[in-house]
Nanobody, 115 residues
Framework: QVQLVESGGGLVQAGGSLRLSCAPS????????MDWYRQAPGKQREVVTT???????NYADSVKGRFAISRDIAKNTVYLQMNSLKPEDTAVYYC?????????WGQGTQVTVSS
């Protein structure tokens, strides 16, 4: 069973930054894609960024220029750097890994941005 563990959420003021981490239980090289999603209260889960192995990285329009996905191979960890945070970024953030059509989700980490 593949597991993904997110961390790094918390409470931050508008304009601040946070870095979320996603640590999978197997090598990040085994994933065809690594994505970040978020779900705000009362709303559907939405994609924040998708990163396809050997391919492109895409961002939701609402976070372009503010968020960036990266990875640390030595730590086998994928990050989501979030800058210039806004109250509307408040949500539970989820990491998703895809392997040959199968999806694996983390438990989520809460991000709260105060105005």
């Amino acid at each position: 069973q593949v597991q993904l563990v997110e961390s790094g959420g918390g409470l931050v003021q508008a304009g601040g930054s946070l870095r979320l981490s996603c640590a999978p239980s197997r090598s990040i090289f085994s994933f065809d894609a690594m994505d970040w999603y978020r779900q705000a209260p009362g709303k559907q889960r939405e994609v924040v960024t998708t990163s396809i192995r050997g391919g492109s990285t895409n961002y939701a329009d609402s976070v372009k220029g503010r968020f960036a996905i990266s990875r640390d191979i030595a730590k086998n960890t994928v990050y989501l750097q979030m800058n210039s945070l806004k109250p509307e970024d408040t949500a539970v953030y989820y990491c998703r890994g895809r392997i040959r059509g199968n999806e694996y989700w983390g438990q989520g980490t809460q991000v709260t941005v105060s105005s």
